[in-house]
């Protein structure tokens, strides 16, 4: 579960950053010293969040998954006789490390009201409209679904933020008061080996460490009563703050520029429904090749869909056909 919480930690790192086209085409065309295996990159930018997103879904699928068991092994600890280091752990740790505190609690009851619980499941159901809705067969017949059901981005991240605030999870905050191992490092498997007695249920690689602890005040060292236990605390937040400012930055630009007068100067309507249409805007430049995203509020007003310029550089109109 730790591990794939990482790599979700990671990924929403990443997703948007590929859609944050302003940044794209500024790192392309505006940075000459782009070197062009790069540009090639970079214009690759939506399949790699396709593959980042991709990879969210088998992370979430499987911390979902991992916590499931979890939740499993926290409903049926209670009453449990556990072997050696972990009964002294549990017993004289003056926090309770399992969040379920009541042994006859409804596991589904404790799944929803959880923050972790209920967030994550606003996560699941976020997630799985966001992804049916961006399947290719889906995005082409329906592209309002898909448009306004990615929206729902806003809601995903706030959940992800939110949902280790309550610090189910709790670590060691003191970990130096573990004995030394005689190299300098403070090794908690000397605890163990101490608490579980002559070390049988150690592995074969780690029974020498049986030695190091007679030789130690490791009763000192090993007093599970003096363990800093806490939660852990909300990480997520560490990693998407900084995308989150960048894609804030780039609807910014967005708004901004949408917000500028653009005056449609011809129509011309070429024959089999083929249409020329010929605008002017202020500042704007565009070089060979470009494309620009056009709206037409009357018909939806929150859609941009993209079209190649047809003009030449010099020219004062920008010319799209459609």
Not at 194 to 213: A, C, E, M, Q, W
Request: proline content about 5%.
């Amino acid at each position: 579960a730790r591990g794939s919480a990482a790599c979700l930690n990671f990924n929403c790192m990443l997703i948007l950053i590929p859609v944050c086209r302003n940044l794209i085409s500024m790192m392309r065309g505006s940075c000459r010293c782009t070197p062009r295996s790069i540009r090639r990159i970079l214009d690759k930018n939506l399949t790699f969040h396709k593959l980042v997103a991709w990879a969210i879904v088998f992370h979430t699928a499987l911390h979902t998954g991992s916590h499931m068991f979890n939740y499993l092994f926290f409903l049926t600890a209670h009453g449990k006789t556990l072997p050696g280091a972990k009964e002294t752990l549990m017993n004289t740790v003056p926090v309770d490390l399992n969040p379920v505190k009541d042994s006859g609690a409804d596991g589904i009851k404790v799944m929803f009201t959880t923050v972790a619980g209920a967030t994550g499941h606003v996560i699941i159901i976020v997630l799985f409209l966001m992804v049916t809705s961006s399947i290719e067969v889906m995005r082409r017949s329906y592209f309002e679904i898909f448009w306004y059901t990615h929206h729902l981005f806003i809601i995903f991240f706030g959940c992800l933020i939110a949902h280790g605030v309550q610090g189910l999870v709790k670590g060691q905050t003191n970990p130096g008061t573990y004995p030394d191992d005689g190299n300098g490092t403070q090794d908690p498997i000397l605890c163990y080996a101490f608490h579980s007695g002559d070390g049988r249920d150690l592995p074969p690689y780690n029974r020498t460490v049986n030695k190091i602890v007679e030789d130690l005040d490791i009763a000192t060292h090993c007093n599970f009563g003096n363990a800093d236990i806490a939660p852990g605390g909300a990480q997520t937040w560490k990693w998407v703050v900084g995308p989150l400012f960048l894609y804030f930055l780039e609807r910014t630009v967005r708004f901004y520029r949408s917000c500028q007068q653009v005056v449609v100067t011809k129509v011309v309507e070429h024959p089999s429904r083929v249409l020329e249409i010929q605008l002017k805007k202020r500042g704007f430049h565009a070089e060979a090749g470009q494309y620009v995203f056009v709206s037409a509020p009357e018909v939806r007003y929150f859609e941009w869909h993209p079209f190649t310029l047809t003009s030449v550089q010099d020219q004062e109109d920008i010319v799209f056909i459609i």
